[in-house]
């Protein structure tokens, strides 16, 4: 019995101290910013400009703002939680070449973005690049369609959930932290010790603009179950895409597919709502899994 006592006791000892430290660290678990610019968009041809705006708390940011003309719709991205702007240049010329205008911007602590990114900070600066578009550049709310990627779906959910966007675009996004780091480490209770939330799925509870929701069917990041609940979590019109590849690359591996996605979605957007009902996006919602 003592040997099982001690055995017992190094064992919480083990579970108590891993807990602690990643809880102590969390940020490190979840943030992975690169300041270094690799590329601009001038090195596929897209012209752009360099945006510089400020936060309510006093942080600089850094953007660019890529236009394209007689766009109908311009394009707020979000990017994931790791490297910068200069990263995502393929997703952006994808989008450019659908015939959006993209905004792009680097979270506090990313890129040539000031700060230290936390969950609080990474909402005010959504909401700051909001500001810039509609209050600065003039370009309405209506126009505006609000696209988030992995860590940046939680964002973009966040902020559409507080504004009037055309429409919120979600990829590869998580339910949750607290759900990943019950999905990433099962043996530890980690889900009742995370101070960041991230929760994706109560933004979308309360979403009043139509959704794309995409995952990768290979994911090796976040698992479909996710997937399939945040889609239940959205009241309104939405629809539903699942391609090959995984995580960082289903839209390389399913460009085609991608496109094709984006444009039923894009097209339904243009129609008037009388012709577009939630009863046509329901019904292509599942049938487009198999546009690969």
Do not use: C
Not at 41 to 65: C, M, N, Y
Not at 192 to 209: G, N, P, V
């Amino acid at each position: 019995m003592k040997i099982l006592l001690r055995l017992f006791l190094i064992l919480a000892l083990a579970i108590g101290g891993s807990i602690a430290y990643m809880v102590t660290n969390e940020a490190d678990y979840i943030f992975f910013p690169e300041k270094d610019i690799a590329q601009t968009p001038q090195s596929i041809g897209v012209s752009f400009t360099e945006q510089a705006f400020e936060t309510k708390d006093g942080i600089k940011l850094h953007g660019w703002f890529m236009p394209q003309p007689r766009a109908r719709f311009t394009l707020l991205h979000l990017h994931g939680n790791a490297g910068n702007i200069s990263d995502r240049i393929e997703q952006y010329r994808r989008w450019h070449n659908m015939g959006l205008a993209v905004f792009a911007f680097d979270y506090r602590g990313y890129g040539m973005s000031q700060g230290v990114p936390d969950e609080a900070g990474l909402h005010e600066d959504a909401r700051a690049a909001w500001t810039l578009l509609t209050e600065t550049l003039h370009i309405p709310a209506e126009r505006i369609i609000i696209a988030g990627r992995s860590l940046g779906g939680s964002v973009a959910a966040q902020l559409a959930s507080e504004v009037a966007p055309a429409g919120l675009v979600l990829e590869a996004a998580f339910t949750s932290i607290p759900d990943m780091s019950a999905d990433q480490y099962p043996w530890l209770p980690l889900r009742w010790f995370m101070k960041y939330r991230f929760d994706t799925e109560l933004a979308l509870s309360k979403l009043q603009a139509p959704l794309l929701l995409i995952s990768a069917r290979e994911d090796e990041i976040v698992p479909d179950w996710m997937a399939e609940r945040l889609f239940e979590a959205a009241p309104g019109e939405k629809l539903r895409g699942k391609l090959p590849g995984g995580h960082n690359d289903f839209d390389s591996i399913s460009s085609r597919s991608y496109i094709k996605l984006w444009r039923i979605w894009l097209d339904s957007l243009n129609q008037p709502e009388e012709e577009a009902p939630l009863q046509w996006v329901r019904f292509w919602a599942p049938s487009i899994q198999a546009l690969a």
